[in-house]
C-alpha cells in the first residue's frame, strides 16, 4: 500500500487531458493525481456484440491517454476492469486515497454507481467530488424564473443565451498544473480480449473538423448525401474533445450549430430531473397509446427492407456504421412510431445497442420527440411522409442509391405499409388514447 496521500482522478466520459474541469480540480489541489479508469462489467457484461465499436473506440482512447501521460508526464493511467464500486474497494487497500474527483453523469444509472461509490468512500472519510464538464449548463443552472425546470426547448435556450457569459466557455488549464500528476513507472496495459472484447471494423469519424463545416451547417445539415455536419457526436459523447472549445467556435461562426449544442444540454437537464423519462412517457398520458406489437414489422424496420428508400438507407447505413444522418433518424422514428405503430421504446433501445455516439438523454428526447410524447415534442398529428422527405432531401438520389443499390429494382421490396393508410390509423389511435 503507497503510505503517500493521493488524490484519484477517475475518467468516464471526458476522455481528454486538455480542458478537463475535473482533472484540473484535482491537480490544482496540490495533492498527488493518480487517473484511473475502469473498464465498467456492469455495462459491458449486457453488450451482446463483442465486436462492440464503442468498447473499441474508448479502449482506443483510452490507450492513448495511457501513452500520453507515461511519455510526457512519468505518470500512468491505472486501468481496471470491473464493478466500480468493487474496484474502489480494492483501490483504497492499494493506495492511500485522500480525495476522489470526478466528472458529472446524468443518467440514473450513473447517478446510482456514483451514489454507491460516494457512500462507501464516505464510510472511509474519503471525499468524492464532482464537476461539471460535459455541458456548458447542468442541472439547474437555466431554470424559469420560478425555479422549475423548462420543458420546452426555446425558452430555455433563450434564458441560456441570456445567462451565457465568456466565463462559461473558459478552458481549464490542465496544463498549467501537469507537475502534480503522480509519480510512477507504467501500470499494466489492458488488451480488448482481456475484457472480452474484439476489434472493431467500422471507422471512427475524426475529431479534426474542417471550420468550413460549421459556417456552411445551416445550408448543408439537412442533406444526408452531403458531408454537411462535422459527425463530432461520437467525440462530444465521450469527451474526447471539449464541450467549451467547440462551443466558442460555434457561436461564432454559426447560430443554427451553436443551438444543437444547447440542445444537447436540454436533454440532459431533462434527464436530471425527470428521469423516469427513460422508460416512461414525458406526457404521461401517451402511456395509453396501444401499440402494435409487430415483431416481423420491426425485423424488416431494423434491416432496412421496408420498401421506404430513405428509411432504409437510414438503417443501413446505422447497422453498417453505427452512425445515422440527424434528418433521418427523425423519419426513421417517425416512420417506426407513426407507420408502423411500434412502441418508442423498441426504436430507442435498438439505437442504443446501434450507434455509436449513443447518448441517453438525447436519444430518449429525439425518440419521444419523434413519437409525439416528450418535451417539446411534435404534435402527434405530424406524420412524416418518407416518399416527399426522401424527393426533398436527397433529390439526386445519392444518399439512398449509396445504401440502397437495389432501388428501383424488381429486388427492392413494394412499400410494407401504405401511408396514407398510415397516417390515419396512427392520428386515430393517437386520438382515442388520448381522447
Known sequence: MSKKKLCVFWFRRDLRLDDNAGLYHALKSGAEVLPIFIFDTDILDKLEDKKDARVHFIWQEIESIKETLEEKYDTSLLIKHGSPLSVFKDLVSEFSIAEVYANRDYEPAAKERDKAVYDFLKSKDIAFKGYKDQVIFDKSEVMKDDGTPYEVFTPYMKKYKSELTPFYLKSYPVKDYVSNFYNCKPFDKVSLNDLG??????????????KET???????????????TTRLSIHLRFGTISIRKLARLAKKENEKFFNELIWRDFYQMILHHFPKSVDEAFKKKYDAIKWEKDEEHFKKWCEGKTGYPLVDAGMRELNETGFMHNRVRMVVASFLTKHLLLDWRWGEAYFAMKLLDYDQASNIGGWQWAAGCGVDAAPYFRVFNPELQFKKFDPENEYVKKWVPEWNTSDYPEPMVEHKFARERALERYKKALS
Not at 472484447?197 to 474542417?210: L, Q, W
Not at 445539415?221 to 452531403?226: E, L, N, S, T
Open 214 to 228: 460549421i459556417r456552411n451547417y445551416h445550408e448543408n445539415r439537412d442533406f444526408p448525401a452531403k458531408d454537411g
Open 197 to 210: 472484447f474484439e476489434k472493431s471494423d467500422v471507422e471512427f469519424p475524426d475529431r479534426d473538423f474542417d
